[in-house]
Nanobody
């Protein structure tokens, strides 16, 4: 059973930075899109950023210019560099991968991490 493991969350002051990482505990035959989502208390989980296997990126408007998503295909790891953090960025951050677990799996599977807490507060 493949699990995604996030790391790098924590408490930071407004204007500070954090870097989140997400790696798989097992092997996945192919991974297409990697992404980060977040969920604040009382809110639904929403998209933060995605990166395709080829490196194309997509961001929600509220983080453009502050967050950078990247991936290392050789290490099967996705990162989220978060700069100029604000209190409204406080949430549990989840990584999401879309991929095929084996060569004979036809449909993509959604993999989710357990979440890592990011708190921005003075």
């Amino acid at each position: 059973q493949v699990q995604l493991v996030e790391s790098g969350g924590g408490l930071v002051q407004p204007g500070g930075s954090l870097r989140l990482s997400c790696a798989a505990s097992g092997s996945i035959f192919s991974v297409n899109t990697m992404g980060w989502y977040r969920q604040a208390p009382g809110n639904q989980r929403g998209l933060v950023a995605t990166v395709s296997r080829g490196g194309s990126t997509n961001y929600v408007d509220s983080v453009k210019g502050r967050f950078t998503i990247s991936r290392d295909n050789a290490k099967n790891t996705v990162y989220l560099q978060m700069n100029s953090l604000q209190p409204e960025d406080t949430a549990v951050y989840y990584c999401n991968w879309k991929g095929r677990p084996t060569a004979w799996t036809r449909s993509e599977v959604d993999y989710w991490g357990q979440g890592t807490q990011v708190t921005v507060s003075s």
